[in-house]
């Protein structure tokens, strides 16, 4: 059977398919476009992760610092029973005291998270409030480390 194209009025083979140009390039590869996507989350989190860091969340350390020494400031002063050669009854700390001594071994520790030079005040005021915490002020150590951490109170 012949068909007559009717846009050209000649004689049109039904099985003649004309090559089209998709048909002869190769398909697109999938690997530029996911490597493309992949280096764009890269390049995004990059930068998220610059601007983010460059906004100021690590300028709180001395003050943490500061807010550590001031919160150990008014637990007030502790008991020293260490010189006693058999201490008697310990006192206890009513609980808003042994609040501000965590509150400040907090603070102490985050800001020597934050830098490092905080560190021996957050070593000292941890081992200060475990000594509180256990109420074994006759710890001749944490009397030391009390001592230590108000020196270094001083001197922020």
């Given at each position: 059977m ?8 000649t ?14 390039s ?8 996911v ?10 989190g ?7 860091g460059?906004?100021g969340?690590?300028a ?13 400031d ?14 008697t ?23 020597a ?25 006759s ?5 030391r480390?009390?001592s230590?951490a108000?020196?270094?109170c001083?001197?922020?």
């Amino acid at each position: 059977m012949r068909t007559v194209d009717p846009g050209t009025g000649t004689d049109a083979d039904p099985d003649f398919d004309e090559p089209s140009d998709e048909s002869t390039s190769p398909p697109p590869s999938r690997r530029l476009l996911v490597l493309s996507a992949v280096a764009g989350f890269v390049l995004g989190g990059s930068v998220l992760g610059l601007l983010w860091g460059l906004s100021g969340v690590h300028a709180g350390a001395l003050e943490d610092a500061v807010a550590a020494c001031q919160a150990l400031d008014r637990v007030g002063e502790l008991p020293d029973t260490s010189r006693d050669t058999q201490p008697t009854l310990t006192p206890g700390l009513s609980s808003e005291r042994l609040h501000r001594m965590v509150a400040a071994r907090e603070l102490s520790a985050a800001a020597a998270q934050v830098n490092a030079n905080y560190q021996p005040l957050a070593d000292h005021i941890d081992s200060v409030s475990r000594m509180v915490l256990s109420l074994h002020f006759s710890d001749a150590s944490g009397q030391r480390h009390l001592s230590e951490a108000k020196e270094i109170c001083g001197r922020i």
